[in-house]
C-alpha cells in the first residue's frame, strides 16, 4: 500500500522568533516529520488537510509564504525512510515517557520505604499517574505508523497503574478502611 502525504513547504520572516518557534511547535504536535527547515511531511487525512490550511493561513499573516502538496515516495525504499523517521520521533517521545515512568515508579517506592501511607501522597501520585496517562494518549494519536516502542510503553503505564492500586490499598489499609 501507498502512503500518500501532505508536503507542507514554507518560509517565514526569521523575526520575530517566537512567531516562527511557535509555528514549529504546532506542525511537531501534529505529528509532522521534518525533511530539513521549513519542509514537513504528515499522513494525509481530512484533519491534517485542515490544519495545514490554517497553518498557511498564519504563515501569510506573517508575511511568509507556504504551499501544500499531496506526494508519494518515488519507491518503497524512499517511502521506508520516511516511515522510518516517524516511527522515531514517536520512539524517542515514548523513551521520555518509559523515563518519567521509571520515576514514577521510584516515587511510590521512596513513599513506601518511609512509610508514607497517607491520602495526600496517594492523591499526589494519582495526579502524577493521570498526568502519565494523558501524555501517553497524545504520544500514541500522534503514532501513525506504529513505533517499536509502542507497547512497551503501554506495558509500563499499566504497571504504574498496578503499583498505584497497591500503593492506594495500602494507604486504605494504614486508615482501617476495608477492615
Known amino acids: 500500500m501507498t502512503t500518500v502525504w501532505l508536503l507542507l513547504v514554507y518560509k517565514v520572516?526569521?523575526?520575530?522568533?517566537?512567531?516562527?518557534?511557535?509555528?514549529?511547535r504546532r506542525l511537531k504536535g501534529?505529528?509532522?516529520?521534518?525533511?530539513q527547515s521549513g519542509v514537513c511531511l504528515l499522513p494525509k487525512s481530512d484533519e491534517h488537510v485542515r490544519q495545514l490550511k490554517m497553518i498557511e493561513n498564519?504563515?501569510?499573516?506573517?508575511?511568509?509564504?507556504?504551499?501544500i502538496l499531496e506526494t508519494l515516495a518515488l519507491?518503497?525504499?524512499?517511502?521506508?525512510?520516511?516511515?522510518?523517521?516517524?516511527?522515531?520521533?514517536?520512539?524517542?517521545?515514548y523513551r521520555e515517557f518509559l523515563d518519567k515512568c521509571d520515576d514514577?515508579?521510584?516515587?511510590?517506592?521512596?513513599?513506601?520505604?518511609?512509610?508514607?501511607?497517607?491520602?495526600?501522597?496517594?492523591e499526589e501520585n494519582d495526579v502524577d499517574l493521570k498526568k502519565l496517562q494523558g501524555w501517553?494518549?497524545?504520544?500514541?494519536?500522534?503514532?501513525?505508523?506504529?513505533?517499536?516502542?509502542r507497547p512497551e510503553a503501554e506495558q509500563?503505564?499499566?504497571?504504574?497503574?498496578?503499583?498505584?492500586?497497591a500503593y492506594a490499598q495500602r494507604v486504605f489499609d494504614a486508615h482501617d478502611e476495608n477492615r
Open 30 to 35: 501534529l505529528g509532522a516529520v521534518y525533511l
Open 104 to 122: 514514577f515508579e521510584r516515587e511510590v517506592a521512596k513513599e513506601e520505604a518511609a512509610g508514607h501511607y497517607t491520602y495526600a501522597e496517594l
Open 13 to 24: 520572516p526569521p523575526e520575530p522568533a517566537r512567531k516562527r518557534v511557535a509555528l514549529w
Open 58 to 67: 498564519d504563515v501569510a499573516a506573517m508575511n511568509g509564504e507556504a504551499v
Open 136 to 149: 501517553l494518549d497524545k504520544i500514541r494519536k500522534l503514532d501513525f505508523y506504529g513505533a517499536p516502542l
Open 75 to 93: 519507491d518503497r525504499g524512499q517511502e521506508e525512510k520516511v516511515l522510518s523517521r516517524f516511527k522515531a520521533d514517536r520512539d524517542e517521545e
Open 156 to 165: 509500563r503505564l499499566k504497571a504504574c497503574e498496578a503499583i498505584l492500586d
